[in-house]
């Protein structure tokens, strides 16, 4: 049980499949006071520290006791799963295993944004008795595939409650904080300078997995604009990318670095070596390299559970300027703020790869903004880059209630 765990003495109403607590608080099913008295019944549940944004499922247990004199033939569980109101009805899973190897799906239902499930199993508690069962819970935010770009949440609120018989009020609650974290993707070493039609740059580009979620189908995505040739050094070799665009915004080029629906072990990270070329055509000025970790893209492009990096302005010069040698900037041109009134980050599946940036000297092909942005993991100010503008323009919809406000303007073609 976590530190922030208690148990409740107040009054439960059933909803649906599970436990809703009453505002006014639940009162609890009596203690046998004899023999003859019903079950005394206490539910303990060990939950996970931290899982991960969309994610695979964390391992946990509750433990159910009879600590009264009287038995039980049916033992219920239930759970109510509180995300702060900022996820959608496919966001959350949990699974539980009771007997045998094979884990099965509680069925959840979702009511004013909260999650509510009990276990399709009852079980029989001896009076003096005790069992444990596994359960593991998960924050997929959709399907393999079909990832979910809206919404996200920095933490849970589980709650345990533990009842005997066909229905009737909670003899035991327990409540548990896990905390949310996501996916993190980054660029290192990006030099300050380059040669239109010039030799290439390089620099790191790494994602990282904090959390104690395994992941799959995540790819890592570099957005640049067309007149850029992408390679990667794998086995001591330079490998050109194909770059991915889609039709909604044509202008909009990305390049899978680290290979596309790439599995991710808890606490890892990943990192590859980059060479980006500017070839000829280039619009001498500032311009942006930005990466996006994508989980679960589809068929559409750049779609799905995604967390953005920090962009890094290049100033591109001509080649009859010298050909100067590039020099490695001290960090990434620019952060991203938090939204109003928050001290601390919530992650966030954004619908927009959100990468901040300074001022672009924009090709005849984009476009030159200016403003605010706000991304996943990340704190600051900054403008906007002309490729996250772009980027944007994909999916106005944007983060959901609580996460990150993704881009939602963008200036005309100039």
Known sequence: MNTTARTLRSSVTVVGAGLLLAATGVALAPAATADSGPPALAVSTAAPAEIGLAGQPVGFTTTASNVGKNDTSSTRLSYHIDGG????????????????????TVP??????????ELPETFPL???QSRTVQLRIGLPMGTPHNGDSNGGTDHLKLTTMISYGAAGAANDVDEDTVKVGALSTSLSGVPATAVVGGPGVSFRATVSN???????????VLYTNRHTTVQVLRSGVWKTLKPITSNAEPDLYGFDVIGK???????????????????KGAALGK????????????????RGSTFCGESASIKLTAAASGRPTPTASAKPSATASAPAGTGTHTPTASATPSTPSTTTTAPADTRTHTGTDTQLASTGSSGVSAIAVA?????????????FTALRRRRARG
């Not at 109101?85 to 099965?104: E, F, H, I, V």
């Not at 959840?108 to 499930?117: A, E, N, P, T, W």
Request: include cysteine.
């Open 85 to 104: 109101g900022g996820l959608p009805p496919n966001a959350l899973s949990l699974q539980y295993r009771l007997s045998g190897t094979a884990w099965k």
């Open 287 to 302: 311009t942006d390299v930005a990466p996006c970790a994508i989980v679960n893209e589809g068929s559409t492009p750049f």
């Open 108 to 117: 959840l239902k979702m009511s004013d944004l909260k999650f509510f499930g």
């Open 391 to 403: 980027a944007a323009a994909l999916f106005a919809a944007g983060a959901g209630a609580l996460g």
């Open 126 to 128: 001896a009076a003096g």
């Open 261 to 279: 629906d790439a599995s991710m072990a808890a606490h890892s990270s990943t990192s590859v070596k980059v060479r980006v070329t500017y070839r």
């Open 210 to 220: 904090p959390t104690p979620s395994a992941y799959e189908n995540v790819t890592d």
